[in-house]
C-alpha cells in the first residue's frame, strides 16, 4: 500500500542529546514537510523540500536540522539546541503544489 | 490580517444538528483548499477538496467565496463520530511555508 510512514511512534529524548526522526513515502511525492503541533496548537512548519537534495527553512528551524538525498526520505534531527523539543511531529508529502498533503502517523517526542 | 482565521470553537452541537465553519484567508492568488479532520492526538487527514463551484460528499458540503476570501464546510445531520477538530488549509502562490497554508482549527463536539 502507498503512504507515508513515521518512526517511531513515541520517543524519548535525554536532555543534551540529538534524536532523528523518520519520515518515508512511497508514493512518489516530490513535496515533503516537517510540522511540529504543541498541544491545543495549530501546525507549525519546520523544513520543507520541494526536490531532492533542496530544502527550505519554515517558521521554528531553529535547533532541527534536515536531509533530503532520497525522493522518499526526508528524516528530521532534533538537536540539543532545541530547548523545548516536547511535542507532536508530522511529516507529510504532496505531489504538486495544487495537490493534498498526506501525513503520517507522527511522533510524539518526550523529553525525560 | 492573518493568513488565515478560523474560529477555535468549541462548537457543541447535538445529534442531527447542522453545522457551518467558515475560514477566511488573506492571499488572494491562493489557487487550491482543503478541509482536513484530526482526532485527538492523531494526524490530520483529508477531509475533502474544495472547488470553485462547490462540492458535496454525504452529509459534507464545501464552499468556496472567492470575492469575500472564505471557504465553508457545512456538515448535516452531525454524528457522535464528527467530533473532531476541522483545519481549512490553502495553497498560495509562491509564500514561504512550501505553499501550504494551516488554519488553527475549530473543535467540534457532538452530543447524544
Known amino acids: 500500500d502507498g503512504g507515508i510512514t513515521q518512526s517511531p511512534k513515541y520517543l524519548f529524548r535525554k536532555e543534551g542529546q540529538n534524536v532523528t526522526l523518520s519520515c518515508e513515502q512511497n508514493?512518489?511525492?516530490?513535496?515533503m514537510y516537517w510540522y511540529r503541533q504543541d498541544p491545543g496548537q495549530g501546525l507549525r512548519l519546520i523544513y520543507y523540500?520541494?526536490?531532492?537534495?533542496?530544502?527550505q527553512k519554515g517558521d521554528i528551524a531553529e535547533g532541527y536540522s534536515v536531509s533530503r538525498e532520497k525522493k522518499e526520505s526526508f528524516p528530521l534531527t532534533v538537536t540539543s539546541a532545541q530547548k523545548n523539543p516536547t511535542a507532536f511531529y508530522l511529516c507529510?508529502?504532496?505531489?504538486?503544489?495544487?495537490?493534498?498533503?498526506?501525513f503520517g502517523q507522527g511522533t510524539r517526542l518526550t523529553v525525560v | 490580517r492573518k493568513e488565515v482565521e478560523q474560529d477555535p470553537g468549541p462548537f457543541n452541537v447535538p445529534e442531527g444538528a447542522t453545522v457551518a465553519f467558515n475560514c477566511t484567508y488573506s492571499?488572494?492568488?491562493?489557487?487550491?483548499f482543503f478541509w482536513y479532520r484530526q482526532d485527538c492526538r492523531k494526524e490530520p487527514k483529508l477531509l475533502m477538496s474544495?472547488?470553485?463551484s462547490g462540492n458535496e460528499d454525504g452529509r459534507f458540503t464545501a464552499q468556496l467565496n472567492r470575492a469575500s476570501q472564505y471557504i465553508s464546510l457545512l456538515i448535516r445531520d452531525s454524528k457522535l463520530s464528527d467530533s473532531a477538530t476541522y483545519l481549512c488549509?490553502?495553497?498560495?502562490?509562491?509564500?514561504?511555508?512550501?505553499?501550504?497554508?494551516f488554519g488553527k482549527g475549530t473543535k467540534l463536539s457532538v452530543k447524544p
Open positions: 507529510a508529502s504532496r505531489l504538486t503544489q495544487n495537490t493534498e498533503a498526506f
Open positions: 508514493l512518489n511525492h516530490d513535496a
Open positions: 523540500s520541494q526536490i531532492v537534495n533542496d530544502f
Open positions: 492571499n488572494s492568488a491562493s489557487q487550491s
Open positions: 474544495v472547488y470553485s
Open positions: 488549509v490553502f495553497s498560495p502562490y509562491g509564500g514561504s511555508q512550501g505553499n501550504l497554508i
